[in-house]
């Protein structure tokens, strides 16, 4: 038996727009899977459907084998942490994090005790009688997580909790909240825009687009085979290069004999397109020659795009290198591009060749 | 050399340009609220031979009319307000919720709203009359009552009379400041709400009510000065009688100065009135900073 | 379920706004005989428009109509003009005691017309000016300032304050930048308070029963309330009740074209607080 389970669940706005097209996917105990897409792609409409505060058009969504469909958000035992950490601008921080307890006629000494470990736990037992509006945006998502962490829920969910904290401490809290959602053992679905924390934070990843769910997956695979050239640009930085392969003629200096031949047969059936990452490419000797137009340093590496011509056809094409290597804009280098890790796509699809 | 300073306060023209923007409603004030008031605290410590009396208010402190006014006008304000806030919250919490023609429900809600007190106190004293308005008869058919009563030759039902009108002139614009106030509230601290597993009565305690307050005490403090004036309906629907049983202390100041031709009187009376008001909102200020500071959001 | 209770309601509610206009429309519509039964009709039995001929044959409704056009139009122009500068001045220029002169105009508008019309009606008859427009224009005037000014300047406050500094230093004067930039961007909120003032000052009675003391100088609320003193016989119910929804109608279509404006104006203080 799944955690969380949704069957072909179908949620529309209005007549024309499809919010979630037929999503299928299921969560099991104790994993942190991630809901990622752009803006509008349908996930934190997934997720609000997973909750209750929407209803479901068609479809079942059940949790621990129970159809929640006609359950309200209140009946079906779950915690929700708001991207704007929807705290109560009334309450005390502790009166906010008591809540859910009060709400479920908990005593009033558990509640104290288990309000003091939360927040113990989450390193702001200092702040208990603060009012929301007197703390920072970074104590506010924490007392936001200790309402949610206050009771143990059949299911975290987290809508982008992340989003409205400055850089430095976004990237800190990623690893703290990985962690502290694998101490309580929680199953969390985690709602984010941001492709490299999804990947940082979860066992598994469902990418969305469009309100259609695209691939689901564990971080690597997603990573290496995306399904489709929409994961493929949409995961990982700098970008995938992708660039058409429009004959095989004109790839003979990329692909090896071999793989000409089925770039030969993949071309009668479509659009082939190729895609590479920055890393896979280096640019200090190989078959393609190309001038530097730029040099973008990035600590550790640096990020050079190199202007190379296929055929007639002039492409810019991305490579990262370490920031050992000298190279400047005006270069003349030569490419070369790992043939392994190369992904095809036809059509848009994925193809192995 | 002296520095030159940047204070807009010592740039050129900066006082001509403020009394030249400022003045105007200074004037209108001066000559047509503030000259109004004062005059009449001299009008009410004076005789008509201009001489200093106290006279004036020794007359009214020791009658029992304007003791009755007092009662009267703060009953009639306490009772109103009290039914137009709370009706006006249910129906602010109605209006809250989503139905169809939820706009052309809040359009018609501005209807009472925007009705002049005068001609909507004609249309009830219609409506009141005993032999042949509507609503003695609907009472009686509806068996609340025994036979159509008479509602404004009799004291206790005559202010009945302009407490019901009130109540439907008044409903609506506090169903709407209240509604304004409502849908202020952030919609996710509901579903949070909800998620967390909390029931309607409990998001009605602990959220709505507590985030409404200030808006609450908004709409009390409009709606408590403006019944604690009210004149129009109580002139037109029913004179201030029967007998004095709704002359409440506008409509008793007016009398006094118009009827009677008691202008040292009236303006005693005026003066208590201000005095009064004063005072309220005094109160009403020392609550509100109190409520600012305890539930302040922002 | 949750939905039946919903609509019923929405029904009370609609009921409770409607049926004192259900009766009156009813009885300006049914001759005397029928106005007049007892126990009265609640349903329509005859019809006849002889009540809105007759209110405008008996009653000079149109020149009480065309009075109070007059004086609330001219006092609602006044009102926003002066009202605006005073409002620009508090937004933009910012001097000293500007909160306590927004506060002295709220409280001031607290204080009951019943509390100063005396010294007024001395006033306007030593300067003449009883039964001439001027004496309500003035009060009205002054009685429609606090919204407008409270109004405005929390408008004008939410103007950004590079558009007048840039105006300023573009080598505009105060006035200029005032008259050319601020107020033009202040049009929609100047609408809004102009309808409110408008109707405050056309449904105003006390001032314009006591200063209007010549029957064709009437305002409509005074003259629509006083109908009755004419007949002695017998209240001329059904032209009184025509009467009054002839003057509702201009109201009814302002609200019906600007709600959306009346109701953020009337709203503007309390969200705030």
């Given amino acids: 038996m799944h955690k969380l389970e949704l069957k072909k669940v179908v949620k529309r706005f209005g007549e024309k727009v499809m919010a979630v097209n037929n999503a299928n996917f299921f969560v099991d105990d104790g994993e942190f899977v991630s809901l990622l897409g752009p803006s509008g792609s349908g996930k934190t409409t997934t997720l609000r459907l997973i909750a209750g505060l929407e209803k479901a058009d068609e479809g079942e969504i059940s949790i621990n084998g129970k159809i929640v469909n006609a359950l309200s958000p209140s009946e079906r035992d779950i915690a929700m942490v708001f991207q704007s950490y929807a705290l109560y601008p009334h309450m005390s921080v502790y009166k906010n994090m008591a809540i859910p307890l009060e709400i479920r006629k908990v005593s009033k000494a558990k509640i104290k005790q288990r309000v003091t470990s939360i927040a113990e736990m989450l390193g702001i037992p200092n702040l208990l009688d603060r009012k929301p509006r007197e703390l920072s945006g970074g104590q506010r998502q924490r007392v936001a997580l200790g309402r949610a962490l206050i009771r143990e829920p059949n299911l975290f969910l987290l809508d982008e909790p992340l989003a409205n904290l400055d850089a430095i401490l976004r990237h800190r809290m990623r690893g703290e909240l990985k962690s502290l959602f694998h101490h309580v053992h929680g199953t969390t679905i985690y709602v984010t825009h941001d492709q490299e924390e999804a990947i940082a934070m979860s066992d598994r990843v469902i990418v969305m687009n469009y309100g259609l769910i695209q691939q689901i997956g564990a971080p690597e695979e997603i990573y290496k085979r995306p399904i489709n050239k929409f994961v493929a640009l949409f995961v990982g930085t700098p970008q995938i290069n992708i660039f058409e392969a429009k004959n095989a003629k004109s790839m003979s200096k990329v692909l090896s004999s071999q793989k000409l031949i089925a770039l030969e047969k993949l071309l009668h059936k479509g659009k082939v397109e190729i895609g590479i990452r920055p890393e896979n490419i280096t640019i200090e000797k190989g078959p393609i020659s190309g001038k530097v137009i730029l040099t973008e340093p990035m600590g550790a590496n640096i990020l050079v795009s190199v202007e190379i011509s296929l055929n007639s056809e002039r492409i810019k094409i991305k490579s990262l290198v370490p920031n050992t290597m000298r190279v400047s804009e005006g270069d003349d280098v030569n490419l070369s591009l790992k043939e392994s890790e190369m992904l095809f796509f036809l059509n848009e699809k994925r193809v192995e060749i | ?298 | 379920m949750k939905k039946f209770f919903l609509y019923v309601g929405v029904i009370l509610m609609i009921f409770f706004c409607l049926f004192p206009i259900y009766f009156l429309l009813l009885n300006s519509f049914e001759p005397t005989s029928v106005s007049y039964s007892s126990p009265p009709i609640l349903y329509p039995v005859a019809f006849t428009f002889s009540n809105y001929i007759g209110v405008f044959k008996d009653i000079s409704l149109g020149s009480y109509i065309v009075n109070s056009l007059i004086v609330s139009l001219s006092a609602t122009a006044i009102a926003l003009l002066i009202g605006s500068m005073a409002a620009f001045a508090i937004a933009k220029i910012k001097f000293k005691g500007s909160s306590t002169l927004l506060n002295l105009l709220l409280i001031l508008g607290f204080f009951p017309a019943a509390t100063m019309i005396f010294p007024l009606y001395e006033m306007f008859a030593k300067f003449h000016l009883l039964n001439n427009y001027l004496s309500l224009i003035l009060p009205y005037t002054t009685m429609s300032i606090p919204l407008t000014v409270w109004v405005l300047s929390t408008y004008f406050g939410q103007i950004p304050g590079e558009l007048y500094e840039a105006a300023r230093v573009d080598g505009m004067s105060r006035f200029q930048a005032f008259y050319k930039i601020i107020l033009p961007l202040g049009i929609p909120a100047a609408s809004t308070v102009a309808i409110l003032d408008f109707i405050a000052c056309w449904n105003e009675f006390i001032l314009a029963l006591t200063f209007m003391t010549k029957e064709n100088m009437r305002t409509i609320t005074v003259g629509i309330s006083m109908i009755s003193g004419r007949f002695s016989y017998q209240y001329p119910w059904g032209e009184i009740i025509a009467g009054a929804l002839i003057v509702t109608v201009p109201l009814v279509v302002i609200i019906f074209v600007a709600q959306e404006k009346i109701i953020s104006g009337l709203t503007a203080g309390a969200v705030k607080g």
């Avoid at chain 2, 410590?45 to 007092?70: E, M, P, R």
């Avoid at chain 2, 025994?146 to 030759?153: E, G, T, W």
């Avoid at chain 2, 409502?182 to 409990?202: K, N, T």
Wanted: glycine content about 6%.
């Fill in chain 2, 1 to 298: 050399m002296a520095m030159q300073s940047v204070n807009p306060k010592h740039e050129k023209g900066y006082l001509l340009a403020l009394i030249g923007f400022v003045s105007p409603i200074v004037v209108f004030f001066t000559i047509f609220q503030i000259y109004p008031l004062i005059k009449n605290v001299w009008f009410s410590f004076t005789n008509i031979h201009n001489n200093f009396t106290l006279n004036n208010f020794y007359a009214i402190l020791t009658g029992s009319s304007f003791w009755q006014s007092t009662w009267i006008t703060v009953k009639f304000s306490l009772i109103s307000v009290s039914f137009e806030m709370v009706i006006g919250f249910i129906f602010a919490l109605l209006l809250n919720q989503e139905f169809h023609g939820r706009k052309a429900v809040r359009t018609i809600f501005l209807i009472p709203w925007a009705l002049p007190t005068a001609i909507m106190a004609t249309g009830w004293k219609f409506m009141l009359q005993h032999s042949y308005g509507p609503i003695p008869w609907i009472l009686y058919w509806l068996h609340i009552t025994q036979s159509p009563p008479y509602f404004l030759s009799m004291p206790k039902m005559a202010f009945a009379s302009i407490i019901m009108a009130d109540i439907w002139k008044t409903v609506p614009f506090c169903a709407l400041l209240l509604l304004a106030g409502l849908q202020a509230i952030p919609r996710d601290l509901y579903e949070a709400m909800e998620v967390d597993g909390a029931g309607w009565f409990f998001k009605l305690r602990k959220l709505t009510f507590p985030l409404m307050l200030p808006a609450i005490t908004v709409t009390l403090t409009f709606r408590f000065l403006q019944a604690f004036g009210v004149f129009d309906l109580i002139w037109v629907l029913t004179n201030g009688g029967p007998g004095n049983a709704t002359m409440a202390l506008s409509p008793f100041i007016y009398q006094q100065t118009f009827n009677w031709l008691d202008v040292r009187a009236g303006a005693a009376t005026a003066v208590i009135t201000s005095i009064y008001i004063i005072g309220l909102v005094v109160v009403i200020w020392i609550t509100r900073s109190y409520v600012g500071r305890r539930y302040a959001t922002q």
